[in-house]
């Protein structure tokens, strides 16, 4: 990729504004398929669905699910100094030291769903700015995140999980939450890493105030003011994904609401998403409802890291595998009921 | 084996009353690592009370998972006769060959989460008799099928799945239902392969009828009045598991059904087996609550053969991935909240 994708937001927003669609052809051909596949109709529920869902993305009635892909984007959040989170700033560096040597639950879910992972540290050094004072980032400093994250995508993947660390993060996916969707910060914050009563009044409090300071503003700019940059590289990364036609999981709170950023600004545009989780975080399941999407698990996880997303990947694999493999009634010479 | 376990229902009784426990020392273990491990506590929700039961059945603090078995049984079932299914009874045996060709959704759900497969016919040829006439079976007959089950269980897997293929076997499952924790026929069938309202009705009184003449039996001669060759066989298998701590997942309805009358003979006996999902067979979420068990899938799957267990399997693995591989915070040199 020699010349940047974009060098400014409306560029970027150009390129929402004109976002592929799923290969209608092959969605019909596997809704074909899998009417005649060696099973009662309707009998795999929604791994039906998903499978349909998948080849339209994939371009093929049949398709495979081989080379799933999970990058974990870190950032720091200068409102940490307003004493949102549990854990200190420093233990953002620290994970992505655990995540480099292998010692971190998403690799070990990465291992058994034979996903290629990476990790991307931005600029742990230099937070983002306290966005209850100022944006979180200018304009050049949300483009180079959108960017690291369009980046990271491999064109060759077929599947996408992004997944994320950054100690007060969830504070800035709530504030996020509540500009796009509405609604007071007490409705969007939850516990994150564990924060006491206290703690949980100061963050929706730290919420309102950012909101307030930073509303009128469209979805991108949302983004700049109340983001961090590990959440508008995974916006960038869902983004690209989709010029891609590669289907994406989302993971928790913090990865939809970064995910709900494109949605606010086009329409339809996560619509080669699906959500592989409802989270612990209270306000996760309020997100997915605004956006229509049912959770493909419900297992209480509130880690980030891309681990709920990357668990569903499991589900996906069953379900493009059964799609794909299994033979026809015709096939296996079974009589149709 | 030279000698057989048991060979009355008496004797498999008596190995029922005589299960052996999880590891508590094991368990305990488990439950001290799960709490250094780099990620806040309680962040991966349901995964680490799967990874410490595990733990306690395998008899280690950091287990793993590596073996797991599928067994589908297929049986044939004399109450076919009464118009119960959409299905002609031949398609238990042209399933078969399915699975013995690989073709089945179990099939691809076996090779995607690495289980080892078999399938065990039951005498296919002379279905069992019809229950609103007379019992299912005679004692020779079920303890054939426990014992085919029973000695299908590997004792070298670490963990098991039971399914099971078996034209009208949803009107055999109901009726145990019915017959071990009461309810009428109406309020314990569903739609099975996919009857009609008529069917659904017919179902319902071919259900009542036969528990009203097999009234007043224990758990054991119920399962012999009622089942059918493929549900008994579940029950041996989930027994001997038991006896070699091994951990099962249990798939839907119909093996739900086999396992509760192993819970119903003697209370505990499903302790080391977890829910795989909640099938979209209406009276799968019953049983499930009569047994206190939560599932770890809700994807409206209701096909039977072990499939939605099959792909709890991967739920489990990335459980106990995560348990066994994850750094501690000491290791990792992360800092504590």
């Given at each position: 990729m020699p010349l940047k994708a974009f060098s400014t937001l409306p560029e970027f927003a150009a390129i929402l504004a004109d976002l592929p669609s799923a290969d209608a052809d092959a969605a019909e051909a596997a809704t074909a398929r899998n009417g005649v596949l060696t099973k009662p109709p309707g009998a795999l529920g929604r791994l039906e669905e998903l499978a349909i869902w998948y080849a339209g993305w994939r371009g093929a009635a049949a398709p495979v699910l081989e080379k799933p892909q999970v990058i974990v984007f870190a950032g720091n959040h200068g409102v940490t100094a307003q004493g949102v989170s549990a854990f200190p700033a420093e233990v953002t560096?620290?994970?992505?030291?655990?995540?480099?040597?292998?010692g971190a639950a998403i690799n070990q879910l990465c291992k058994t769903f034979g996903a290629e992972m990476s990790?991307?540290?931005?600029?742990?050094?230099?937070?983002?700015?306290?966005?209850?004072a100022e944006p979180a980032m200018d304009e050049a400093g949300v483009i180079a995140a959108l960017l690291a994250g369009w980046e990271?995508?491999?064109?060759?993947?077929?599947?996408?999980?992004?997944?994320?660390?950054?100690?007060?993060?969830?504070?800035?996916?709530a504030a996020i939450a509540s500009a796009l969707f509405g609604g007071n910060g007490a409705g969007?914050?939850?516990?994150?890493?564990?924060?006491?009563?206290e703690?949980?009044?100061r963050k929706a409090d730290v919420v309102d105030r950012a909101v307030a300071l930073h509303a009128g503003?469209?979805?991108?700019?949302t983004l700049r003011c109340l983001g961090g940059r590990e959440l508008a590289a995974m916006a960038g990364a869902i983004a690209r994904a989709r010029v891609e036609r590669i289907p994406v999981i989302l993971d928790g709170f913090i990865?939809?609401?970064?995910?709900?950023?494109?949605?606010?600004?086009?329409?339809?545009?996560?619509?080669?998403?699906?959500?592989?989780?409802?989270?612990?975080?209270?306000?996760?399941?309020?997100?997915?409802?605004?956006?229509?999407?049912e959770p493909l698990l419900s297992l209480g996880l509130r880690l980030g890291e891309g681990s709920g997303a990357a668990l569903a990947i499991g589900v996906l694999k069953g379900a493009v595998a059964c799609h794909s493999g299994m033979a026809t009634f015709a096939e296996a010479g079974v009589s149709e009921g």
């Amino acid at each position: 990729m020699p010349l940047k994708a974009f060098s400014t937001l409306p560029e970027f927003a150009a390129i929402l504004a004109d976002l592929p669609s799923a290969d209608a052809d092959a969605a019909e051909a596997a809704t074909a398929r899998n009417g005649v596949l060696t099973k009662p109709p309707g009998a795999l529920g929604r791994l039906e669905e998903l499978a349909i869902w998948y080849a339209g993305w994939r371009g093929a009635a049949a398709p495979v699910l081989e080379k799933p892909q999970v990058i974990v984007f870190a950032g720091n959040h200068g409102v940490t100094a307003q004493g949102v989170s549990a854990f200190p700033a420093e233990v953002t560096a620290q994970m992505v030291m655990n995540f480099e040597l292998g010692g971190a639950a998403i690799n070990q879910l990465c291992k058994t769903f034979g996903a290629e992972m990476s990790v991307l540290s931005l600029d742990l050094d230099e937070p983002t700015q306290d966005f209850t004072a100022e944006p979180a980032m200018d304009e050049a400093g949300v483009i180079a995140a959108l960017l690291a994250g369009w980046e990271a995508v491999d064109p060759q993947a077929d599947l996408l999980v992004v997944g994320e660390m950054g100690i007060g993060n969830t504070t800035s996916a709530a504030a996020i939450a509540s500009a796009l969707f509405g609604g007071n910060g007490a409705g969007w914050v939850g516990r994150g890493t564990g924060i006491d009563d206290e703690g949980l009044a100061r963050k929706a409090d730290v919420v309102d105030r950012a909101v307030a300071l930073h509303a009128g503003q469209g979805p991108l700019d949302t983004l700049r003011c109340l983001g961090g940059r590990e959440l508008a590289a995974m916006a960038g990364a869902i983004a690209r994904a989709r010029v891609e036609r590669i289907p994406v999981i989302l993971d928790g709170f913090i990865c939809t609401a970064a995910a709900s950023v494109l949605e606010k600004e086009c329409e339809g545009a996560l619509d080669h998403c699906v959500a592989g989780h409802v989270s612990a975080e209270q306000a996760h399941a309020r997100l997915l409802a605004h956006l229509g999407k049912e959770p493909l698990l419900s297992l209480g996880l509130r880690l980030g890291e891309g681990s709920g997303a990357a668990l569903a990947i499991g589900v996906l694999k069953g379900a493009v595998a059964c799609h794909s493999g299994m033979a026809t009634f015709a096939e296996a010479g079974v009589s149709e009921g």
